[in-house]
């Protein structure tokens, strides 16, 4: 019999339930007890939602982040934080945004703000994880309570329950040193408190443990290696049964060491690729269990249920009960329930499956192979019909897209002259000051823009009624932004609903949901648009804002664009061609966008890539193919302009140390980058590489409610400074605004201008 599992589920609710909640409790609207009630109330929901198979995880639930929740479970905290004597998720929050609760005046405790830890990238996904942070003082001391309240809360209603924890090779890779340390020198420290936990459960009825080892996909060298086989070797001796996961590629060079630990079974991605399970069912003992990841956890598309059926078979009938099925990773990637989407074209939504329902199609094929197809006929027709569907729609392909595509030549891609000459051009008209200050974007977006919005969505107001609202809160940014001094101006952005969402919402080959909700930190939750078909633009897109707002001041006014890379790797991106077609379309789309910006009168804009590492392969060997595809789209989008036009680009919270060079052949005129939370680590990038164009350093973490002053940001700068000329430097924040609020956001902008004509005065 194949068991069936899953490896972990959405903890935002269908309805973002823990968004709002984290959001009140923080802005002081509830209380502690109302948010620990809501987050049991969400791990029932969701282990309801599982019932169905063999075994549930536990432990998947995070109230902001799994990997900050494994810090706090091995008591590895800060000293910044250590000292903090009142509720520990007061602590976690302090820990993860800088603050718990909203301060007022005579409050101390967990409104009292500290440095948040940094925050990056999930390996290749849009999730942002607090990254734990290891020096040579590093100890480590097992904090149990909330997993194992979290296990005695789902046996109540569930008996096989499986616990999910981050295995102890992958929670060292992923964090970093804040010293010389080797952070592998730290394992000896961390085995026993590992080894501690795993008797817990024992004494608590467990039987099988998931840890997941995903950095197992990566290329390890031969320490890390050592590694692991130091780690599991140590554990083996636990009664537990260890179920080894790992996802988001293939095993490759790993493999061996990955089949011959010491564990009772491996999980291992095949939703994409099935070529690693021949050979790791040849590789792995007789007595282990293969657990297959059949559905992608990444995606949005209806599995072909019969075609997996076609060769699932015959492995489950050689492994017997040896082999578990499951989704290839967590389903925190997806959203919650298509069940939502009443709204959507109902063709279209055939083709689409979320959390529930890539649950369902774990349970349809274990109910297949364990009773027969015929028991799940009716289903399996169903899901046949809309594969078939899919594949033969009109609606997908665009012959007048796909030929223009084909007709992309080298020149498009290249700008008319050299940087050094352009910037010359550039400065004649700007006529900036040494370190200029500009903003990544956006500005808040208050309840009231988002009031006005959804009403003119839903059609309660005339289009007349909405551009006169949105032109006031233009207005309001551009003054703000006058007084404060600030040289490079931007509208706010208050019509954009999602740096992402907006640009698709008016581009062919898109289609949207109303509650397709995905966390990407924290209670900031994204809504990525779902590309279904081949992708062009119809008319502009920004152009009339843009244009509206630079007609408010004399100073330069940024045209704003979501870039094609972050485009694509923002949004769930069709499985039937290469990415690299669907990016090619995208930047086709936003080069005529670029191009009207230009002929409009805008003399600067600003292209955002945040994403463009994000969809770098885990495994260096294939870095090459991507960013060669990747920075020819954005060149394509970008350098279609005159020489006087001035190409911004943003990217924010992933590191870049280890790609500048393919940054810089993106040959933006300026580049802001995240640097505040990291304390400008990422500026030792350029000790060893000189990068030729302008840099925006950013100086202002916006993740965070607190409010950096003037100093820090002079120190910071500073530090820019001894490895990049002045005459390169702007000033910045880390991304865009929209997240905060005006009362925080106007004396930050306020002390970063200060800062700046401190530097003016003192370094020029």
Known sequence: MVTTHNLGFPRIGRHRELKFALESYWQDGSSLTDLIALGSHLRQQNWQHQAALDFIPVGDFSFYDNVLDMTFLLGNLPERVKEFQGHELDNYFRLARGRSKQAHHNDIGCCSGVKAGEMTKWFDTNYHYIVPEFTRQTTFELNPTRILNFIQEAKLSHQNIKPVIIGPVTYLALGKAKDDINKLDLLTKLLPVYGELLELFINHGIEWVQIDEPILVTELNSEWQHAFNMAYHHLKFSKINILIA?????????????????????????????????PVINLLAPHKILSLGLISGRNIWRSDLNSILDWLE?????????????????L?????DLASEDKMDEEIRSWLSFAIQKIEEIRLLGSAINQGRATVQDQLDINKAAIESRQSSDRVNNRQVQERVKAIHSNMGQRKSSHSVRVIKQNTILNLPIFPTTTIGSFPQTNEIRSIRKKYKLGDISFTDYSLAMKSEIERCVREQERIGLDVLVHGEPERNDMVEYFGEQLNGYVFSQAGWVQSYGSRCVKPPIIYGDISREKVMTVEWAVYAQSLTDKPMKGMLTGPVTMLNWSFVRDDQPRSTTCRQLSLALRDEVIDLERAGIKVIQIDEAALREGLPLRKALWQDYLSWAIECFRITANGVEDETQIHTHMCYS??????????????????????????????????????????????????????????????????????????????????????????????????????????????
């Open 246 to 278: 790992t996802y988001f590629g293939q095993l490759k060079d790993n493999l061996h060491l990955a089949t011959n630990l010491p564990v009772a079974g491996l999980h291992i991605d095949v939703s994409d690729n099935k070529d690693e399970i021949i």
């Open 655 to 764: 590191e870049f140390n280890d790609i500048m060079e393919a940054v810089a052949r993106m040959d933006a005129d300026v580049i802001t980058i995240e640097t505040s939370r990291s304390d400008m680590e990422l500026l030792d990038a350029f000790d060893h590489f000189n990068y030729p164009n302008q840099i925006g350093p950013g100086v202002y973490d916006i993740h965070t409610p607190n409010t950096p002053n003037s100093v820090e940001i002079t120190q910071l700068m500073k530090k820019a400074a001894q490895r990049i000329p002045l005459h390169n430097l702007w000033i910045n924040p880390d991304c865009g605004l929209k997240t905060r609020k005006w009362d925080e956001v106007i004396p930050a902008l306020e002390n970063m201008m200060k800062a700046a004509y401190e530097l003016r005065q003192n370094m020029n």
């Open 314 to 330: 015959p492995i489950a009938k050689e492994l017997k009960e040896r082999l578990w099925i499951a989704p290839s990773c967590s």
């Open 332 to 336: 925190l990637h997806v959203p919650v």
